[in-house]
């Protein structure tokens, strides 16, 4: 008879199913919830890590050297390239605020308008050839005999290859593309690579209302007023005093992160160079070109880029009608810009292009309003 006590007291098959319950059941129920824990631990840290590494990414001043240009970079072609267009992004809208600041502070000669521009009609000028075919030693170059100093060889170089080669024209050049159009302005790219740098030559032509050759070539040579129009760089100083005419300058440019920042170190020379007969305009030419120098030698802080580059400028005058004086009105900046820029480093070729194409119109652009602006209201010098 079972007794109610009895009724309280497992049986011995009972007690063999709690047991086998307890085994089966609870003690994994322990073990995944352990295991689980761990895989939440684990995903926290990599989310974290990766959070990490995408702040390094955004912000140039906690970018280590593995963020920035180098042959181990991290960071990928389009990366590279969002990163430096966020960079000039973020330079033009200082250097715009800026300039808004100074003109509220002082505002400088009013710029006259380009539509209160006379029409220029048929140009003396205009349609003559500019005769570069015949060899240069019949051209006169001006001062060049007084002009003399230990680079003065390497100088008149330079002067004859950008008359011979730089004027000539290329629209017609299959190996020349043009990859911006705006308004007189046309900037043609050639492409050229050598081991893995990209070397394009450029070329650039535009027009430019109300101001001379001499004028455009004084301005972009005269180191005095470097600053006022060039934006790109951090601080320059003149190395060595050649001539009147000839400087040597080394310049720090604006660090755009990730690329390393660049400095160059070069010659300046600005010479007349008189037209072999009266229908030919006289042509004004500044050539920079890269030369070495003790007192500025390379250093591991910037990457040592090597230009050649030249500006070269022809005025073009429309006689006024009857006996008035020639006015600024009357005058017409025929520029023909040239540059060869071997940029070193490690920056991505599509990078470097995708930057010439947007900076150097944009460098055009600023600068000949600059000269129009300083120009303004004053004695025009031919």
């Not at 959070?51 to 990414?57: I, M, S």
């Not at 600041?101 to 009609?121: A, Q």
Request: proline share 5%.
């Amino acid at each position: 008879m079972t007794t109610a006590r009895g009724l309280w007291k497992p049986s011995l098959r009972r007690k063999t199913q709690l047991l086998t319950y307890s085994t089966q059941r609870w003690i994994p129920l322990q073990t995944d919830s352990l295991f689980f824990a761990e895989l939440e631990k684990r995903r926290r840290v990599e989310d974290a890590y990766k959070c990490a590494v995408n702040e390094l990414k955004k912000k140039s001043h906690y970018g280590g050297p593995d963020y920035e240009e180098g042959p181990n970079s991290l960071i990928n072609e389009e990366e590279f390239f969002d990163a430096v267009e966020a960079e000039l992004d973020r330079q033009d809208k200082i250097e715009e605020q800026s300039q808004s600041e100074k003109v509220r502070i002082s505002r400088p000669p009013s710029v006259t308008p380009g539509d209160v521009y006379s029409t220029i009609g048929t140009h003396r000028l205009a349609n003559k050839p500019h005769g570069h075919s015949s060899s240069l030693s019949s051209i006169e170059l001006l001062s060049a005999s007084e002009d003399v100093h230990r680079f003065s060889t390497e100088v008149e170089e330079m002067v004859q290859m950008h008359m011979t080669y730089s004027l000539q024209d290329v629209g017609g050049d299959a190996n020349w593309q043009l990859v911006i159009e705006e308004g007189e302005m046309k900037v043609y790219r050639r492409e050229v690579e050598e081991n893995g740098i990209v070397l394009d030559p450029l070329k650039a032509t535009h027009s430019v209302k109300g101001v001379t050759g001499h004028e455009v070539c004084h301005y972009f040579w005269d180191t005095d007023v470097r600053m006022d129009w060039e934006t790109t760089i951090e601080n320059f100083n003149v190395v060595e005093t050649l001539s009147d005419n000839a400087t040597i300058v080394y310049q720090t440019h604006k660090r755009v992160w990730p690329a390393s920042q660049r400095d160059v170190l070069y010659l300046s020379a600005m010479r007349k160079i008189l037209a072999m007969n009266e229908n030919d305009p006289d042509t004004w030419l500044v050539c920079n070109f890269s030369v070495d120098h003790n007192d500025a030698p390379p250093t591991n802080r910037c990457v040592r880029a090597k230009i050649n580059v030249a500006m070269i400028c022809q005025t073009l005058v429309s006689p006024p009608e009857g006996d008035k004086e020639i006015s600024r009105d009357n005058i017409l900046c025929k520029i023909t810009y040239v540059a060869n820029v071997n940029p070193g480093g490690w920056a991505p070729a599509s990078v470097l292009r995708a930057v010439a194409k947007r900076e150097y119109p944009k460098f055009l652009k600023r600068f000949t309003s600059y000269v129009q602006e300083k120009t303004a209201g004053k004695s025009i010098l031919f």
